[in-house]
């Protein structure tokens, strides 16, 4: 068994598919994982998840494991991605934050002023007993299977704070960039400090890679980012970098959408590999992120609403076209839509499984 308390890692996970290929090694196929592989697609989700809140179920260390475990059972992934959420370290450390079936997360009092920054705590591993309990389980579970843990970016997890929940201009997130710089660098100072802590204590528990969602990073351009964002993400990229499992570094993905613009500065923040989000053509995104990195993605997720030989010539296609990345592990290029259909995630993951290698 993997006891991670005492540093030891599973040896089958120096075979693992996802980490060669996240490291630019050559793995013996092209990995494959679903960002939220864990969900509502999922029957047998649906039927633990039933009764409970959407951040309660992210405190249980038994529903964690379960729920992070039903998608490698099912799909047979070369990846477990954590069950939490990006707003979870926020709740845990006393922020009235919320999740509203089909809406998102919710903020009751949004943060606006450098007294409300203030006023949030840093994260210790001792507001997340619930996670370094889950994660020890699941590397025991898990074996030769990774286990990815993850945080939000500075950036999305702000925009929540700010807006008080989900939003489509980020009309008060950009004010208060553009407006209160002084404010707006106390609140991603401290995001990135939480986001850091979150992501150490998954490895501390053996988590053997991370990936930093900044979903919404897409909703500023290219030179603000480099002003306003990407300092704050190489911060939480940088204290990841020097994270280890075993002996061995732990890879950092850095996922966007709507980030084509964005995408060199997404992988010099500090990322192993860079996540491309299904609007951006994979050999393009490659030209831009250029031969240091590898690249995550990016079959479009509706695709697999098409007919199965459609949705896997596809597939094809986004494998050849991550050959010339110095590695390339496949996935969605956002997350599994909820009215998916799991025999077909099924269907998608063994045809990539045994596509050849070059
Ligand atoms: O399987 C996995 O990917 C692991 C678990 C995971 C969840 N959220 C579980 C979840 C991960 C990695 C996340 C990250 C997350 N959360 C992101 C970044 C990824 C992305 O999709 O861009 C963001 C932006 C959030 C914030 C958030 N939480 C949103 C927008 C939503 C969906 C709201 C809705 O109902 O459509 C959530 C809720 C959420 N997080 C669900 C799950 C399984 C659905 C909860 C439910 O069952 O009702």
Not at 57 to 70: A, G, K, V, W
Not at 294 to 318: H, S, W, Y
Request: net charge negative; charged share 20%.
């Amino acid at each position: 068994m993997n006891s991670p308390k005492t540093g030891t890692v599973d040896p089958r996970l120096a075979d693992s598919a996802f980490l060669k290929a996240a490291r630019g090694e050559t793995p013996q196929h092209t990995p494959v994982w679903f960002m939220r592989q864990a969900g509502r697609a999922l029957p047998e989700y649906l039927k633990v998840r039933e009764g409970v809140p959407m951040l309660e179920s992210c405190m249980n260390p038994e529903l964690i494991t379960e729920i992070t475990l039903q998608p490698v059972r099912r799909y047979g992934v070369d990846a477990a991605i954590f069950y939490s959420d990006i707003v979870l370290p926020l709740k845990a450390i006393g922020v009235d934050v919320d999740i509203k079936p089909g809406v998102g997360p919710v903020v009751d009092r949004p943060v606006r002023t450098l007294a409300d920054v203030e006023a949030i705590e840093d994260l210790t591993p001792e507001h997340v007993p619930f996670i370094t309990e889950a994660v020890r389980n699941l590397v025991g579970e898990l074996g030769g299977t990774p286990l990815i843990g993850f945080a939000g970016a500075p950036f999305t997890v702000s925009s929540y704070l700010v807006e008080g929940g989900p939003s489509k201009e980020y009309a008060k997130t950009k004010a208060l960039m553009f407006g209160a710089p002084d404010v707006w660098e106390a609140l991603m100072t401290k995001v990135a400090g939480i986001s850091a802590a979150f992501l150490e204590v998954q490895v501390a528990a053996g988590a053997s890679a991370v990936q930093l969602f900044d979903s919404w990073a897409g909703a500023v351009n290219p030179t603000d980012y480099r002003t306003y964002v990407r300092p704050y993400s190489t911060s939480v990229l940088e204290r990841a970098g020097a994270l280890r499992q075993g002996d061995r570094a732990v890879p950092r993905i850095h996922f966007g959408v709507n980030s084509a613009l964005l995408l060199d500065q997404m992988g010099a923040a500090g990322a192993d590999v860079v996540g491309v989000d299904w609007r951006t053509p994979l050999d393009w995104a490659i030209d831009r992120i250029g031969p240091d990195r590898g690249v995550q993605g990016n079959l479009d997720p509706t695709l697999v609403f098409a007919p199965t030989e459609v949705m896997t010539a596809r597939a094809a296609e986004v494998i050849e076209a991550g050959r010339r990345a110095k590695g390339h592990i496949f996935n969605l290029g956002h997350g599994v839509i909820p009215s998916t259909d799991p025999d077909q995630l099924k269907r998608l993951t063994e045809f990539v499984q045994s596509y050849p290698s070059a």
